[in-house]
């Protein structure tokens, strides 16, 4: 191949990715160790996109993916230039090629001024980010100086560490990722020196440990999970944990002996009734006790959240807000569950929107009934990253916001401007 081809897509993750293009179907590497290389896939499960990450992928490019599938968040949170909407001839494997992850283009066999701009490009991007860098040990404030937490979302311990030099004010730890990564349940020791050096490394920044939401496309053989017509409206979250004891338990038991080195707290997925969080409470409970019988040290009375994600969470929320500490919005979930969208299908993208009047309501809602009952409330979900909504969350009376790592000081950049 010698002329430059471009192909037209969809964004996932902005930034710029100069590399080697290769083809799932293909073996790979096929370029030099320190060479970046960019997947063309149909599609990838979250877990496959962890196993690529550490075969020295470096960018994706899908044929078969959405904006906000789980896959394409986990890239996203990556800091890995990604886009979709793509199919690459197998051809092109072991070409150069260029991701344009701000206007949504691939180049492939790009001539030498193309190469030379885009070279260019990373280094206007370094300039911006330094820029940036003086905002790190500032705190989080609007104009009017209102303070805003902003926590980055954490999949892995090395995320962690992305998080705290962009100066995070909390982290959110996805703990489904421990699962996903291993080839059988995590014991409890394992998990606890994940949560261990979390707290010691957070110090009294409070670092949220949710629960594994595991089920519909996130999830390993291990689990052994029984097939489901509707994956998304299965068991999963809450509803997996509530059903296999041992494993709730045992990660219970993982995260209340880890609240002794650090600020932690817990948060539960897929919450959709007060019976629920009861049916929690008691297994924390008997966690404790077991822990109190082998003299093990915990916090007690650890500050207990929920994830609002559901169309049935967001209006009994008044009700949920009597039983917990925290509101955590999930608006990637809440958005299909409300519109009937499936985040998974791009073929529903322009069903499924964020920023519809349903789900906006829902949200102002929320954050008024959560402000009422004295008790904090995040967005956690790709609109706490939305720079055009931003404002309108912030004047509802949003007090938290999680993002990617990388996000953290775009976003607090943003909300310096905002006027309420």
Do not use: W
């Not at 993982?254 to 609240?259: E, P, Q, Y």
């Not at 925290?326 to 958005?335: K, P, Q, R």
């Amino acid at each position: 191949m010698s002329d430059t081809v471009i192909f037209k897509g969809a964004v996932i993750s902005g930034g710029i990715a100069i590399g080697t293009l290769v083809i799932k179907e293909h073996q790979y590497p096929i370029a030099p160790a320190d060479t970046p290389l960019l997947l063309a896939a149909d599609e990838l499960s979250p877990a496959e996109v962890l196993a690529c990450l550490k075969s020295g992928i470096t960018s994706f490019i899908f044929h078969r993916c959405s904006e906000t599938a789980h896959a394409a968040i986990l890239a996203r949170g990556m800091e890995t230039p990604s886009l979709y909407g793509i199919r690459v001839p197998r051809e092109y494997h072991g070409s150069p090629a260029i991701i344009d992850g701000d206007s949504g283009t691939l180049i492939v066999e790009p001539d030498a001024v193309t190469l030379a701009f885009y070279h260019t490009r990373l280094q206007d991007r370094a300039r911006e980010e330094e820029e940036l860098r003086a905002l790190v040990n500032t705190p989080t404030l609007t104009k009017n100086g209102k303070q805003i937490t902003l926590a980055a979302n954490v999949n892995k311990l090395s995320d962690l560490t992305k998080a705290i030099e962009n100066g995070a004010e909390g982290i959110f730890f996805k703990t489904e990722f421990l699962f996903l990564e291993a080839k059988d349940y995590p014991t409890e020791d394992e998990q606890f020196e994940v949560y261990r050096a979390i707290a010691s490394r957070m110090g009294k920044r409070r670092a949220v440990i949710r629960t594994a939401d595991i089920g519909a496309d996130k999830t390993a053989d291990y689990f052994a999970l029984d097939s489901e017509e509707n994956p998304a409206l299965g068991i999963r979250g809450i509803r997996l944990s509530l059903r296999r004891p041992e494993l709730f338990l045992t990660q219970l038991r993982a995260i209340l002996r880890a609240s002794a080195y650090g600020n932690l707290a817990i948060m539960l997925p897929m919450i959709t009734s007060p019976e629920e969080i009861t049916a929690a409470r008691a297994m924390i409970r008997r966690a404790e006790e077991e822990l109190t019988l082998r003299g093990e040290p915990y916090r007690e009375s650890i500050p207990l959240g929920i994830m609002i994600e559901t169309p049935v969470s967001a209006i009994l929320c008044d009700e949920l807000a009597r039983s917990v500490d925290f509101f955590s919005i999930g608006t990637n979930d809440l958005t299909q569950y409300v519109l009937a969208a499936d985040r998974q299908a791009p073929a529903l993208s322009e069903l499924y929107d964020p920023r519809h009047r349903a789900v906006k309501a829902l949200l102002r809602y929320v954050i008024e009934r959560a402000n009422a009952n004295g008790i904090e409330v995040g967005i956690s979900g790709e609109l706490a990253q939305d720079t055009e909504i931003l404002p309108e969350l912030v004047r509802c009376g949003i007090s938290l916001l999680a993002v990617p790592p990388t996000k953290l000081l775009p976003i607090k950049k943003t909300i310096g401007d905002i006027s309420e």
